[in-house]
């Protein structure tokens, strides 16, 4: 995949032109208003660019799971109300995303008007990628616009199939993303550093081998650190860990050990004997964890460490926490790292790029996520560029 053959609409005369956009809209909503509007607020840019130059804005997007066909719960109405808010524009919605509901509206629309059309879930085309359902969201449009890399690791009639049928452009939100991406794994100032942390090495496998191949440090914190320290050894106490993975593990480390990459693990850790907010807690050796106690979060030398391995690194890359951050006070550890990562970032000697929902909601709550080069809004997507997977939806743009 030559990702140098990703095209952008710059340049182009877009006046009175329907452009089909596939954004990311699926956000979190509760009894139709929704709660957490930062993806939206990342899409608008480019829908107002767009309506700008004269466009007829086509929104497609996905919207929970909806499983036999059109239901109010997963409707994008409430979603396109706070988009058209944020953008400080009119933003209707069309009552179905395919026929001559949605076919009647787009064509009501005039240049510079953006409409969202109804979930795409709602049609089961969309997952199976199916080409009848493809060409029916391509007859409403002039040409294509994926602006969604969230979405991007799903082969779907509105991420993959489209780009078979229209012109088809990488949106400014894909841009950011994928070039944040490759900066930090495939053209990074040296030497890189990454942080992986998280519950399961199970989860994790593909992308602990991928970057041990593409780093210099590999940290690894939260529960999968458990098991590296299990592959040492290290008695863990009650500790969360995945025994059956203890080879897995020394195999990753012999292969980082080979590429000369090094792994970086704890040194002291917070211990307590139930995992609960206010449980009384202490830090301990990591070799000496008691039986009847649990690994918590990372101690203060492990983070001075961690500080340390960073201030000798000119790129950083994370993608979870290093402890049990959502519950007081095991995210300390966690904090205290994005924190100096956030301000060697400010001061221009470290490119730090994050993503991942845990990771987000840890820099969200170390209050540094705007101090970070680049912090990802996705998912799976994010996780599978990790293990160094090729996207579907990228593959379409760039073939």
Same mark, same amino acid.
């Given at each position: 995949?030559?990702?140098?053959?990703?095209?952008? *609409?710059?340049?182009?005369? @877009?006046?009175?032109?329907?452009?089909?956009?596939?954004?990311?809209?699926?956000?979190?909503?509760?009894?139709?208003?929704?709660?957490?509007?930062?993806?939206?607020?990342?899409?608008?840019?480019?829908?107002?660019?767009?309506?700008?130059?004269?466009?007829?804005?086509?929104?497609?997007?996905?919207?929970?799971?909806?499983?036999?066909?059109?239901?109010?719960?997963?409707?994008?109405?409430?979603?396109?109300?706070?988009? +058209? /808010?944020?953008?400080?524009?009119?933003?209707?919605?069309?009552?179905?995303?395919?026929?001559?509901?949605?076919?009647?509206?787009v064509s009501s629309l005039g240049n510079g008007g953006i409409i969202v059309l109804e979930n795409t879930r709602f049609h089961?085309?969309?997952?199976?990628?199916?080409?009848?359902?493809?060409?029916?969201?391509?007859?409403?449009?002039?040409?294509?616009?994926?602006?969604?890399?969230?979405?991007?690791?799903?082969?779907?009639?509105?991420? !993959?199939? @489209?780009?078979?049928?229209?012109?088809?452009?990488?949106?400014?939100?894909? =841009?950011?993303?994928?070039?944040?991406?490759r900066t930090a794994l495939e053209q990074p100032k040296r030497p890189v550093a990454a942080v992986v942390g998280g519950a399961?090495?199970?989860? /994790?496998?593909?992308? @602990?081998?991928?970057?041990?191949?593409?780093?210099?440090?590999?940290?690894?914190?939260?529960? =999968?650190?458990? *098991?590296?320290?299990?592959?040492?050894?290290?008695?863990? +106490?009650?500790?969360?860990?995945?025994?059956?993975?203890? !080879?897995?593990?020394?195999?990753? =480390?012999?292969?980082?050990?080979?590429?000369?990459?090094?792994?970086?693990?704890?040194?002291?850790?917070?211990?307590?004997?139930?995992? !609960?907010?206010?449980?009384?807690?202490? $830090?301990?050796?990591?070799?000496?964890?008691? /039986?009847?106690? =649990?690994?918590?979060?990372?101690?203060? /030398? $492990?983070?001075?460490?961690?500080?340390?391995?960073?201030?000798?690194?000119?790129?950083?890359?994370?993608?979870?926490?290093?402890?049990?951050?959502?519950?007081?006070?095991?995210?300390?550890?966690?904090?205290?790292?994005?924190?100096?990562?956030?301000?060697? $970032?400010?001061?221009?000697?470290?490119?730090?790029?994050?993503?991942?929902?845990?990771?987000?909601?840890?820099?969200?709550?170390?209050?540094?996520?705007?101090?970070?080069?680049?912090?990802?809004?996705?998912?799976?997507?994010?996780?599978?560029?990790?293990?160094?997977?090729e996207l579907p939806g990228v593959i379409a743009l760039a073939r």
């Amino acid at each position: 995949m030559n990702l140098d053959k990703l095209k952008t *609409t710059d340049g182009l005369d @877009l006046a009175g032109k329907r452009v089909l956009v596939r954004a990311d809209l699926n956000v979190p909503a509760k009894n139709g208003v929704v709660t957490d509007a930062t993806r939206l607020a990342r899409v608008v840019p480019g829908l107002k660019d767009l309506a700008n130059r004269g466009a007829r804005v086509i929104v497609l997007s996905h919207f929970g799971r909806p499983k036999d066909g059109p239901d109010k719960e997963n409707s994008l109405a409430p979603v396109a109300a706070e988009l +058209g /808010k944020l953008a400080g524009l009119p933003v209707s919605l069309a009552p179905d995303c395919v026929g001559e509901a949605a076919d009647k509206a787009v064509s009501s629309l005039g240049n510079g008007g953006i409409i969202v059309l109804e979930n795409t879930r709602f049609h089961k085309g969309e997952e199976k990628n199916d080409p009848e359902f493809a060409g029916a969201l391509a007859a409403l449009g002039d040409l294509f616009v994926n602006d969604a890399f969230s979405a991007a690791h799903r082969a779907h009639a509105s991420t !993959e199939g @489209l780009a078979r049928l229209l012109p088809a452009y990488a949106g400014p939100l894909m =841009m950011e993303e994928i070039n944040a991406l490759r900066t930090a794994l495939e053209q990074p100032k040296r030497p890189v550093a990454a942080v992986v942390g998280g519950a399961k090495v199970s989860t /994790k496998i593909p992308v @602990l081998t991928n970057l041990s191949a593409k780093v210099d440090k590999l940290i690894i914190g939260g529960g =999968m650190a458990n *098991t590296f320290l299990l592959a040492g050894g290290v008695e863990i +106490g009650k500790s969360l860990a995945e025994p059956d993975l203890v !080879e897995t593990a020394r195999e990753i =480390m012999h292969a980082a050990k080979s590429r000369s990459c090094e792994i970086v693990l704890p040194q002291d850790v917070v211990v307590a004997a139930r995992f !609960e907010a206010g449980a009384p807690s202490r $830090t301990v050796a990591t070799i000496d964890v008691p /039986k009847d106690e =649990m690994i918590l979060d990372v101690g203060p /030398k $492990t983070v001075a460490h961690y500080v340390d391995v960073l201030s000798r690194c000119e790129t950083l890359l994370w993608n979870g926490p290093l402890g049990a951050f959502e519950i007081a006070p095991f995210g300390e550890g966690t904090f205290a790292l994005a924190r100096a990562a956030a301000e060697r $970032t400010k001061r221009g000697t470290l490119v730090s790029v994050a993503g991942g929902g845990d990771t987000v909601a840890a820099l969200n709550a170390a209050g540094v996520t705007d101090d970070f080069t680049y912090v990802s809004s996705a998912g799976g997507a994010f996780l599978e560029w990790l293990e160094g997977r090729e996207l579907p939806g990228v593959i379409a743009l760039a073939r």
